[in-house]
Antibody
Framework: EVQLVESGGGLVQPGGSLRLSCAAS????????MSWVRQAPGKGLEWVSV???????YYADFVKGRFTISRDNSKNTLYLQMNSLRAEDTAVYYC?????????????WGQGTLVTVSS | SSELTQDPAVSVALGQTVRITCQGD??????ASWYQQKPGQAPVLVIY???NRPSGIPDRFSGSSSGNTASLTITGAQAEDEADYYC???????????FGGGTKLTVL
């Protein structure tokens, strides 16, 4: 079964750091594009970052320079290192396999992990 | 980057047909994909590409596209279809992804 399981969320103070993990099963993280998507409480979905199978990375402007996407091929796990966190980064963070070609889609999605930035 | 625009809310009578639209310049270059999200749950892919349904998605869900507008149609809406629906596509850069603001579907 193809599955993603996120972990690492929690309460952090403004300016703090947190690392999210996304463990994959049923497929290889290193052979696929993988994205992080977030959703603030009561708001819509917002794309955060992608890592290509070749290792290239791209970020939404609002996290550029603060967040870093990476993966550990041996653990088949995707990561999101979040630094200099702000209150507006409070959200549920989802990881998803990001298929791109003549047709694009995100599937599967993880269950999400909640990040709360507050003092 | 670019934006995708969706109507915030749409309603449909049980068993009737509803169309949810998504507009944006990037849709002239890229197909949209569509996601259903129920309260407290992760999004689920329902339509991608020209008009493809993942395994397990009922055939009452279909997609289409014309110019800068993509549409998700539910033919014979059921009570369990009540949810938020989001479109997405790559943006004009081709590297980033953009989501529509979401449409809350109410089945009456």
């Amino acid at each position: 079964e193809v599955q993603l399981v996120e972990s690492g969320g929690g309460l952090v103070q403004p300016g703090g750091s947190l690392r999210l993990s996304c463990a994959a099963s049923g497929f290889s993280v290193s052979s696929n594009y993988m994205s992080w998507v977030r959703q603030a409480p009561g708001k819509g979905l917002e794309w955060v970052s992608v890592i290509y199978s070749g290792g290239s990375t791209y970020y939404a402007d609002f996290v550029k320079g603060r967040f870093t996407i990476s993966r550990d091929n041996s653990k088949n796990t995707l990561y999101l290192q979040m630094n200099s966190l702000r209150a507006e980064d409070t959200a549920v963070y989802y990881c998803a396999r990001d298929k791109r070609g003549t047709e694009d889609w995100f599937d599967p999605w993880g269950q999400g992990t909640l990040v709360t930035v507050s003092s | 980057s670019s934006e995708l625009t969706q109507d915030p809310a749409v309603s449909v009578a049980l068993g009737q047909t509803v169309r949810i639209t998504c507009q944006g310049d990037s849709l002239r270059s890229y197909y949209a994909s569509w996601y259903q999200q129920k309260p407290g749950q992760a999004p689920v892919l329902v339509i991608y590409g020209k008009n493809n349904r993942p395994s397990g998605i009922p055939d009452r869900f279909s997609g289409s596209s014309s110019g800068n507008t993509a549409s998700l149609t539910i033919t014979g809406a059921q009570a369990e279809d009540e949810a938020d629906y989001y479109c997405n596509s790559r943006d004009s850069s081709g590297y980033h992804v953009v989501f529509g603001g979401g449409t809350k579907l109410t089945v009456l």
